[in-house]
T-cell receptor
């Protein structure tokens, strides 16, 4: 069963912040985040493996609340290069049956 | 280091024809996946493998078969193509990081 992402779409001005949420109806072992630009393959951003784990990469970070079966991706001081579709992937056990949400389209304008 | 390579990149099939998509990875990863991507549907898992000789069904396995005879290769087969299988197909390989192939755009007419 696919995780649910919200919002479905976000429009930002350069420098603004955004939060993308991902929730699952099943218990999770891991949450993955990817970004896909139009016509390209998804690109890995980060994996969160433990409940409560937070990770950061440049100005993009994420948290994982195992009890609530949800994860959030935080984009701070957005840049034009952040535009794309963001997908969360979830797995109930270590990397097995990795399923993705329907995506959140992010557009950053100058 | 090529990462994950999918072949072919584009293909047009007639209804009822068969074909095989090849995914090859050179990172010695155990886990490999096949997804299809349709507008508004995100990435849907077709089949996956947790190691050489293993396969398992994903969310949308009907009409597809897979094989993982060698660790580096994961094959996706369509026995009798249908227009509903028109899609972009992505293969992924997971180690400590995840890598996707560049995709195969398949059109069934």
């Amino acid at each position: 069963q696919q995780p649910v992402q919200s919002p479905q779409a976000v429009i930002l001005r350069e420098g603004e912040d955004a939060v993308i949420n991902c929730s699952s109806s099943k218990a999770l072992y891991s949450v993955h985040w990817y970004r896909q630009k139009h016509g390209e393959a998804p690109v890995f951003l980060m994996i969160l493996l433990k409940g409560g784990e937070q990770k950061g990469h440049d100005k993009i970070s994420a948290s994982f609340n195992e009890k609530k079966q949800q994860s959030s991706l935080y984009l701070t001081a957005s840049q034009l290069s952040y535009s794309g579709t963001y997908f969360c992937g979830t797995a109930p056990t270590f990397f097995q049956k990795l399923v993705f949400g329907t995506g959140t389209r992010l557009l950053v304008s100058p | 280091n090529a990462g994950v390579t999918q072949t072919p990149k584009f293909r047009v099939l007639k209804t009822g024809q068969s074909m095989t998509l090849l995914c090859a990875q050179d990172m010695n990863h155990e886990y490999m996946y096949w997804y299809r991507q349709d507008p508004g549907m995100g990435l849907r898992l077709i089949h996956y493998s947790v190691g050489e000789g293993t396969t398992a069904k994903g969310e949308v396995p009907d009409g597809y078969n897979v094989s993982r005879l060698k660790k580096q290769n994961f094959l996706l087969g369509l026995e009798s193509a249908a227009p509903s299988q028109t899609s972009v197909y992505f293969c992924a390989s997971l180690g400590t990081e995840a890598f996707f192939g560049q995709g195969t755009r398949l059109t069934v007419v």
